[in-house]
């Protein structure tokens, strides 16, 4: 079992910055693939951003030159978000797969004010 819990979110002005965190914990495989997704009010789960471990993070094409994915030696994932947009709000989640299973966190509120 994996266990995710995310932190980090919060009330921005659109043109902020937010950092969201995911501390990972429980049977975390070396060749795991971790991602952050995000569903605004009324609209699916979308993929923000994705990063295999040891390997290039690739993006959504809303988020690409704004958003930053990285992960540490210590499992924990990381999304730094810039410049933010209205549209950026939603609650965003943590993601692992790995053989084995795909795990989810609670999520984090993000909410961008005009």
């Known amino acids: 079992q994996v266990q995710l819990v995310e932190s980090g979110g919060g009330l921005v002005q659109a043109g902020g910055s937010l950092r969201l965190s995911c501390a990972a914990s429980?049977?975390?495989?070396?060749?795991?693939?971790m991602a952050w997704y995000r569903q605004a009010p009324g609209k699916q789960r979308e993929l923000v951003a994705r990063?295999?471990?040891?390997?290039?993070a690739n993006y959504a094409d809303s988020v690409k030159g704004r958003f930053t994915v990285s992960m540490d030696i210590a499992n924990t994932l990381y999304l730094q978000m810039n410049s933010l947009k209205v549209e950026d709000t939603a609650v965003y989640y943590c993601?692992?797969?790995?053989?084995?299973?795909?795990?989810w966190g609670q999520g984090t509120q993000v909410t961008v004010s005009s």
């Open positions: 993601n692992a797969v790995q053989k084995g299973g795909t795990y």
């Open positions: 990063i295999p471990r040891g390997g290039s």
């Open positions: 429980g049977s975390i495989f070396s060749s795991n693939i």
